[in-house]
T-cell receptor, first 115, second 115 residues
Framework: GDSVTQMEGPVTLSEEAFLTINCTYT??????LFWYVQYPGEGLQLLLK?????DKGSNKGFEATYRKETTSFHLEKGSVQVSDSAVYFC??????????????FGKGTHLIIQP | GAGVSQSPSNKVTEKGKDVELRCDPI?????LYWYRQRLGQGLEFLIY????????KSGLPSDRFSAERTGESVSTLTIQRTQQEDSAVYLC?????????????FGPGTRLTVT
């Protein structure tokens, strides 16, 4: 079945450091890919998405590119802030419908940014 | 506007008892999803409703789990004869099936503890 693997946390960085959180997936067909974020005490929020190969999703300085050849969707940010501290989840929707059906999630990566 | 709401926010129950968890989706959202997040794990998809029908029940872990939805409104997830392994955060999400995007909006979750 479909699966998503993301790097284990916690990941601890200093403010203004470069961030990469790796995510790889296994799926048949052409899934849509997502990054969700959960800030402390809040619900899951969609951070960015990409619905086809080579698409780049971006939001709040974060970016991720849908790489079909490496089945990856790594999350990057050039300069992190303390306010980026949260748990980040990579997810896929199997039917390529942009999230119409049940999502398959990774286990989440806890990011801690120190001032 | 109002987001997805869930109740109760916390529920402690004894093993063997039945529990009902409630989800109020965003008004106008036709699709509704239930997920489960066990400690240290990613989110597991449980069930998806389109209107009040459930085309995908594949994620329900056992016949002790059932869900209903009234029209395009409230949904309840019922767990009968609860077991300790049912302890988790149960998340509900809703989405509007637009032509190109089906972003899922998540509620804050119900934390279920089975003692």
């Amino acid at each position: 079945g479909d699966s998503v693997t993301q790097m284990e946390g916690p990941v601890t960085l200093s403010e203004e450091a470069f961030l990469t959180i790796n995510c790889t997936y296994t799926a048949t067909g052409y899934p849509s890919l997502f990054w969700y974020v959960q800030y402390p005490g809040e619900g899951l929020q969609l951070l960015l998405k990409a619905t086809k190969a080579d698409d780049k999703g971006s939001n709040k300085g974060f970016e991720a590119t849908y790489r079909k050849e490496t089945t990856s969707f790594h999350l990057e940010k050039g300069s992190v802030q303390v306010s980026d501290s949260a748990v980040y989840f990579c997810a896929l929707s199997p039917l390529g419908g942009g999230g119409a059906d049940g999502l398959t999630f990774g286990k989440g990566t806890h990011l801690i940014i120190q001032p | 506007g109002a987001g997805v709401s869930q109740s109760p926010s916390n529920k402690v129950t004894e093993k063997g008892k039945d529990v009902e968890l409630r989800c109020d989706p965003i008004s106008g959202h036709t699709a509704l999803y239930w997920y489960r997040q066990r400690l240290g794990q990613g989110l597991e998809f449980l069930i998806y409703f389109q209107g009040n029908s459930a085309p995908d029940k594949s994620g329900l872990p056992s016949d002790r789990f059932s869900a209903e939805r009234t029209g395009e409104s409230v949904s309840t997830l019922t767990i009968q004869r609860t077991q300790q392994e049912d302890s988790a955060v149960y998340l509900c999400a809703s989405s509007f099936r637009g032509w190109d995007t089906y972003e899922q909006y998540f509620g804050p979750g119900t934390r279920l503890t089975v003692t």
